[in-house]
């Protein structure tokens, strides 16, 4: 009776331990079932990031490019400390970082983890380091967390782009830099100044690739009919009008002058006179937009475009083209200069002077003659004479005359943060015609005083003289949409300003400019510079025109941002002896690189 009781007592034990067991199991089944469980992920997801447009230079140099760039990361627990050198020696090699920096990071790490060792590697170096990851694991660099039993091994993933300038300098201010911020994890840049700016949107139109499907056990992905494939698609690439050697020779010849100079900023500018295709638009003030540094912050800016000054006597052929299309001067016709006194020896009387309202203006030039003829006003560049014709305009003929030329409203050209310079208002021209006297604001502004105007307002307005009374829109990226030139002066107008800046070169201030085999005209601006409201003992030095030969007509343009005008080297501050020389520095470099060809 015992022994049977306790085999009963045995076998209920054994019931009991085998109904806990199916409970806990149940109930561990039931847990796991009804809870989220961390598993690897049956679909992987690859992505191939795409890239922002490339900027290319008409003869197909690639001024700014963005690559791809990848982190390479470890975790400093799994690194096997007797092969620590190795792999620091094995991943300098591969990642072109040295050897010293690598340590030094490993090194002084506070607390063994996760460790970025680089997150600027390129693209054909994250290829190599890859393959470099696979050869550590064979050489067991790595050991196996043992809490987790897992292999942390090298690391190598994309983090976004970057962008590079392989020129460094070349085409600023105008190509402009960049930003970076990060968007859904992942570097990425966008334009800030510049061509950057301007043509953002296109050059950031991208499509990431994508790879998504089910997964092997290597995790490597099965495509079949349930895969999804995006194809990558980079940025738009935009093309220049602007060839890079032109510009770099251009660049290089400013940097020589502004320090012959003493200047602040030197500008030039070619534009073709029939279309508006810029070839050129150059500054002595560039920099490396990779490397932007505190001093370059004032650099910046496309002062072609972005900078108001008063022009000065560039801006008389307009008034003076303005009142022969109206009529208001004949060729023959002559003016009083208001000379004063007895000829001095070389036969020149004293400079001029006419009161305007409260105001005296006067000549720079001794004339040898009493009575000047619109030849004389134009090479010698007569404000008397000038202010006189221009006073014949209506305000209405004036103020739209100029408005027709381009000034105080943007050109269109195809960069950011245009300024429209400044002109008087139309009821301000008014003043004093029912009485016949001289307008102090038609006056000053038909000479370029009183009124502003920026760089490119004054070649777009230039280019009207060479191309039969016609002005084009500068542009910069290439389009097949141009704008066509529009008709605001007679062919007959046009042609006898271009003659007049042509008889400027050969015998007026313009002289250092010719060169024989060449058609060119041009004129000459020197103006004082303003700044807090007051007139500077600081010079705006100009030169505006053209040179053509029997194929090609270009409209160029200079402006030397105050030049010397102290000391032995006074009169740098002339644009005779400034903007003149560097106009024709230009010229001989568009002839070396035959751009132009000598008529022989």
């Known amino acids: 009776m015992y022994k049977k009781n306790k085999k009963n007592k045995k076998i209920f034990w054994i019931i009991l331990g085998i109904a806990i067991f199916l409970f806990l199991l149940i109930g561990k089944v039931s847990y ?24 290319y230079s008409s003869d197909n140099f690639k001024i700014a490019r963005s690559i791809k760039i990848f982190q390479a990361s470890i975790n400093t627990k799994s690194l096997d400390p007797k092969k620590k ?13 040295p050897e010293n920096k690598i340590r030094k990071r490993i090194n002084n790490q506070k607390r063994k983890g996760y460790l970025v060792l680089s997150h600027r590697i390129d693209q054909r170096s994250a290829k190599d380091i890859k393959e470099l990851a696979v050869k550590l694991r064979s050489l067991s660099v790595f050991k196996r967390d043992d809490t987790r039993n897992i292999l942390y091994g090298l690391d190598i993933h994309e983090i976004g782009e970057q962008r590079q300038y392989p020129y460094k300098d070349a085409l600023t201010p105008v190509i402009g830099f960049m930003r970076t911020n990060n968007n859904s994890g992942k570097q990425r840049v966008n334009g800030i100044k510049g061509l950057e700016k301007e043509f953002n949107e296109e050059l950031n139109d991208m499509t990431n690739g994508i790879l998504k499907g089910e997964r092997d056990i290597r995790n490597y992905i099965i495509f079949n009919k349930n895969s999804e ?108 200069a208001y000379n004063k006194g007895k000829k001095n020896s070389k036969g020149e009387y004293r ?63 195809d960069l950011p943060y245009e300024k429209r310079g400044l002109i008087h208002k139309i009821y301000q021209y008014r003043a004093g015609e029912d009485k016949g006297t001289l307008n102090i604001f038609k006056t000053t502004d038909s000479y370029g005083q009183g009124m502003t105007s920026t760089f490119i307002q004054v070649l777009k307005a230039y280019s009207t003289f060479n191309n039969n009374g016609k002005i084009v829109t500068p ?32 015998q007026g201030t313009g002289t250092k400019a010719k060169i024989e085999g060449l058609e060119v005209g041009g004129k000459t601006g020197t103006a004082n510079i303003v700044e807090k409201g007051r007139y500077q003992r600081k010079y705006m030095s100009s030169f505006f025109g053209f040179v053509n030969d029997k ?39 568009l002839l070396k690189l035959n751009y132009l060809k000598l008529d022989k």
Request: net charge positive.
């Open 475 to 506: 542009y910069i990226v290439k389009k097949n949409n141009l704008k066509p030139p529009k008709q605001i002066i007679s062919q007959r107008t046009a042609n006898k300003i271009k003659k007049l800046l042509i008889k400027t070169v050969q």
């Open 351 to 413: 400079k001029g002077k006419i009161k305007v309202g409260r105001w005296r203006i006067g000549d720079d030039h001794n004339f040898k003659k009493n009575y000047i003829n619109l030849e004389d006003i134009f090479i010698y560049s007569s404000n008397i004479g000038t202010a006189t014709i221009a006073n014949r305009l209506s305000a209405e003929e004036f103020y739209y005359g100029f408005k027709d030329f381009g000034l105080s409203i943007p050109t269109g050209i």
């Open 229 to 336: 494939i995006i194809q990558r698609e980079d940025g738009k690439d935009i093309h220049l009008t602007i060839p890079l050697r032109l510009q770099k020779n251009i660049e290089l010849m400013l940097d020589r002058y502004k320090k012959k100079l003493g200047a602040y900023e030197i500008i030039a500018s070619v534009m073709d006179s029939r279309t508006g295709k810029v070839l050129s638009l150059a500054s002595s003030n560039r920099y490396d937009p990779t490397r932007l540094k505190p001093t370059d912050i004032q650099h910046t800016n496309v002062n072609a475009i972005e900078y108001n000054f008063e022009p000065g006597s560039v801006i008389k052929p307009i008034s003076l083209a303005l009142a022969i299309e109206k009529n208001k001067i004949d060729d023959n016709e002559l003016l009083f």
């Open 551 to 589: 194929q090609n007509r270009y409209t160029i343009g200079i402006t030397v941002n105050d030049p010397i005008s102290r000391g032995k080297y006074w009169y740098y501050y002339y644009a005779s002896h400034s903007a003149v020389p560097v106009f024709k520095e230009v010229t001989k470099i």
């Open 85 to 97: 050198e190795l792999f620091i020696k094995l991943f300098s090699i591969y990642s072109h970082i």
């Open 32 to 55: 796991t079932m009804t809870v989220q469980r961390k598993v690897p992920s049956l679909i992987r997801v690859n992505q191939n990031l795409a890239v922002r447009g490339n900027i």
